[in-house]
């Protein structure tokens, strides 16, 4: 499946060969950007044929990437995807794949379990918008070399990602994911292991009053959206951030910081939001949330 070639974060500092596991959204855009940058990526999901849908995926994505890098050179950029996707190798055995890892790299379902099941394997990061990084490391024995990274939605496009340290990631692994991100030819920033991190810690409670501002009269979801735009200058309204990123992520998100801070008002929940999500209206990937898509 891949080269005999090991090395430790610790040993050296650098990676150079990425384990991703969750060939999903994240996982497939993370391998993307991972491979595009001349790292070595084996990304490994449950079956054969997930995996087939995230190379088709990362090479239909690569392609767009190529139509304007490459605009006036198409064979260069065909030479370009070919290269790339000659550093992505699927596997469905997670075990061995992580043997030759520098990096450990986890982006599956935002589930504590099923995360914690995975981390009895070492090094580590991991890629999760809502649960604290260090309750997953319970399970793992490195707790030195742990931390998370952070990626944001569409990987290939967001230059953002958030570093997290725990109170027992070492010096060197953090450093070693500062540079790795900056490697991706990301910007990295250095969070602390507090919910939502920066972002999602100020972006959902903001969705969220928006909703409720909406539910208290104040504010047609149109009018809220427009001034957000023209006002504060997002590309986006809350309601259509909500339909984006999935009414049913928002409310998880909000429901777990609630269930750990239940008086914290920034986190109260909404009836709006838990009336679309019961029925199944999540945004976007379901054809309607808050508005209607075709
Ligand atoms: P997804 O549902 O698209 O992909 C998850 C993948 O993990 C699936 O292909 C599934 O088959 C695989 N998987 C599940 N359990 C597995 C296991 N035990 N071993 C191997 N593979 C397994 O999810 P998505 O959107 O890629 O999200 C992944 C993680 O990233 C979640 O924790 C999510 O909260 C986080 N995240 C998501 C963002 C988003 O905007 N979608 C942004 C930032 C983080």
Known sequence: IRRGFSSSIIKNGVIKN???????????GIAQVAASTGHTVTLVDTSEDILKKSRKGIEGSLKRVVKKKFADKPEAGEEFIQNVLQNVSISTD??????????????????????????????????????????IAGSTSRLDRFGGLHFFNPVPMMKLVEVVGTSTTSQETFDSLLN???AL???????????????????????????????????????????????AGYPMGPFELCDYVGLDTVKFIIDGWSAKDPHNP?????????????????????????????
């Open 180 to 182: 790795f991100s900056k």
């Open 185 to 231: 030819g990301k910007t990295p920033v250095s969070c602390k292991d507090t919910p939502g991190f920066i972002v999602n810690r100020l972006l959902v409670p903001y969705m969220m009053e928006a909703l409720r501002l909406h539910e208290r009269g104040h504010g047609s979801k149109e009018d809220i959206d427009i001034a957000m735009k023209l006002g």
């Open 266 to 294: 920034l986190f109260a929940s909404s009836e709006l939001l838990n009336k679309l999500v019961a029925e199944g209206k999540y945004g976007k990937k379901t054809g309607e949330g808050f508005y209607k898509y075709k």
């Open 18 to 28: 990425v384990t991703i596991i969750g060939g999903g959204q994240m996982g497939a």
């Open 94 to 135: 997670a075990g061995a794949s992580v043997q030759a890892a520098d990096l450990l790299l986890e982006a599956i379902v935002e589930n504590l379990k099923v995360k914690q099941d995975l981390f009895a394997l070492p090094p580590v990061s991991l890629n999760t918008s809502s649960l604290p990084i260090t309750d």
